[in-house]
């Protein structure tokens, strides 16, 4: 989430609900250039690849432009059947100090009938300030962590007893995967709702690697992954998902699922790891501090009173 000063202005804005192929051409470019200015993506990774493949249900994009120029986008996501409605929204780095930001912001109230939650990643100054203009308050931390893969003694990984691991193979495993995401994370509806296409999504991404995909199986059975991601260009391997399955954790599989990623990482070349958590998920916090991560930024969510 990106913000701005007001100002009048004409401005067009179009509620879809699936862009054109050159609407998101217009929008990942938009995304592109705010990145470079912002120093992080103001969209996450889900909603970046949300924007091709067709519609999907609970998704809308909001597209905001002056003189026919794309200037500012939102997206909105209704699909949690408990929590209000999620948005990222990002303005145009030229475009900026124009009242866009806030012309989003209440339309996206609008759309969500006054039931929203909106990320500002990297918690900026004028994300917090949108927030407090739109009487939003802020009740989700959620920290990115890092720490160095060089010049830096990982422990050895140690299983708990009859505990093996291998490789995701893709087609053969994804039914599995996805069931043992969706019990992991069941209190965590934004990774554990990830469906089938969800998976072939990132399946068909550039970074995706299975040899860096980790399955932990029992007696045969799925007990655990750690699913890790290669940011080539910023050098970056990423803790992307680690996950236990309920009855399996407790007993350091998920400490031996993350050394064994890292490990995979570092022999990758890679020179610094990171990982995302939520600030009050002490307990994850605690192994990774002791695995020598710290917090690099966070990211802010906020949302309306209930």
Excluded: C
Aim: charged fraction near 25%.
């Amino acid at each position: 989430m990106t913000s701005d000063d007001t100002a009048p202005i004409a401005r067009r804005l179009e509620t879809v609900s699936e862009p054109t192929p050159e609407q998101a051409d217009a929008v990942l470019e938009l995304l592109a250039a705010a990145a470079r200015e912002d120093g992080r993506q103001a969209v996450s990774e889900q909603g970046r690849l949300q924007l091709r493949g067709g519609p999907r249900e609970g998704v809308s994009h909001l597209l905001l432009s002056v003189d026919g120029q794309l200037v500012g986008y939102a997206q909105l996501e209704d699909t949690d059947p408990v929590e209000a409605p999620a948005a990222e929204l990002v303005v145009h780095p030229a475009h900026r100090g124009h009242g866009h930001g806030r012309a989003l912001g209440s339309a996206l109230l609008a759309a969500s009938g006054k039931r929203l939650r909106v990320w500002a990643h990297g918690g900026h100054s004028a994300a917090r300030h949108l927030a407090q203009v739109l009487g939003l308050t802020l009740f989700r931390e959620l920290r990115q962590m890092r720490r160095p893969l060089t010049d830096f003694e990982l422990p050895e990984p140690t299983l708990p007893e009859g505990v093996t691991v291998r490789t995701f193979v893709p087609g053969q495993d994804d039914a599995a995967w996805l069931a043992v995401n969706a019990e992991a994370f069941a209190h965590h509806p934004e990774q554990g709702s990830l469906t089938q296409r969800d998976l072939d999504d990132r399946k068909a991404q550039p970074w995706f690697d299975p040899d860096g995909f980790f399955l932990a199986e029992r007696a045969g059975r799925l007990v655990g992954f750690h699913w890790t991601k290669a940011h080539a260009e910023e050098r970056l391997g990423e803790v992307y998902v680690v996950g236990v399955r309920p009855g399996a954790q407790g007993g350091g599989l998920g400490k031996a699922l993350t050394i064994i990623g890292l490990r995979h990482l570092a022999a990758a070349g890679l020179p610094t790891a990171m990982l995302y958590v939520d600030a009050d998920n002490k307990a994850a916090v605690a192994v990774y501090e002791r695995l020598g991560f710290t917090t690099y930024e966070t990211d802010l969510m906020y949302r309306t009173e209930t």
